[in-house]
């Protein structure tokens, strides 16, 4: 296993079209994470899936932005009418954890999104 | 809630000169606590992790951090830069999990520090 995968690396879009992009964690990985991280900042936390139920949400996941895991295996998030202000560094990371336990966050090496 | 502050945003030593890199954070519970690495326009590489087992913690590239609760500081450190640590670094933390609840993936990232190491 290569460890966690992205695509596309780099997108550019006009302001209103819908993107969409791809996570594939690492393969024994029952938890997966997206991240979006603008430029001079840290990552931000946006969505979890434990398996293919999605656990939890950010406020930043506008409803603009939707994000799925439909086999527990590669997810993908959606960002529709996209806006100047969604162009960033769009992460994903995966871990394994159970009843509580689990190992650290492994990173892919993200989507960037520039939106024209 | 939890957060992380880590002081200055650009640090820059010499090859050969200690690296200090300084995170402290806030957490109401006992936090688990990373440092990641980002190289320009990668993913994030831990560095290493505090798990709430040896306060001094040994990571890869011979950094290590140590664990002080009593100043909710979690400093990064390197005896000796090398020219390929230039790279920017950030400082994380996890709640520890609960049964069902939250993961050790979610994590509140501090500001990033930039090292730069110059001859």
């Known amino acids: 296993d290569t460890g966690v995968s992205q695509n596309p690396r780099h997108k550019i879009t006009k302001r209103g079209q819908n993107v969409t992009f791809r996570c594939d964690p690492i393969?024994?990985?029952?938890?997966l994470y997206w991240y979006r991280q603008t430029l001079g900042q840290g990552p931000e936390f946006l969505t979890y899936?434990?398996?293919?139920?999605?656990?939890?949400k950010s406020r930043l996941l506008s409803d603009r932005f939707s994000a799925e895991r439909p086999k527990g295996s590669f997810s993908t998030l959606e960002i529709q009418r996209t806006e100047q202000g969604d162009s960033a560094m769009y992460l994903c990371?995966?871990?394994?954890?159970?009843?509580?336990?689990?190992?650290?966050?492994?990173f892919g090496q993200g989507t960037r999104l520039t939106v024209v | 809630a939890q957060s992380v502050t880590q002081l200055g945003s650009h640090v820059s030593v010499s090859e050969g000169a200690l690296v200090l890199l300084r995170c402290n954070y806030s957490?109401?519970?006992?936090?688990?606590l990373f440092w990641y690495v980002q190289y320009p326009n990668q993913g994030l590489q831990l560095l290493l992790k505090?798990?709430?087992?040896?306060?001094l913690v040994k990571g890869i590239n011979g950094f290590e951090a140590e664990f002080k609760k009593s100043e909710t500081s979690f400093h990064l450190t390197k005896p000796s830069a090398h020219m390929s640590d230039a790279a920017e670094y950030f400082c994380?933390?996890?709640?520890?999990?609960?049964?069902?609840?939250?993961?050790?993936?979610?994590?509140?990232f501090g500001q990033g520090t930039i090292l730069t190491v110059h001859p």
């Open positions: 990371a995966s871990s394994f954890g159970w009843a509580g336990r689990g190992t650290e966050a492994f």
């Open positions: 393969s024994e990985h029952n938890r």
């Open positions: 899936f434990q398996n293919e139920a999605q656990l939890e």
């Open positions: 957490s109401s519970v006992p936090p688990y």
């Open positions: 505090y798990t709430s087992a040896a306060t």
């Open positions: 994380a933390v996890s709640a520890v999990g609960n049964a069902g609840g939250t993961s050790y993936g979610k994590l509140t």
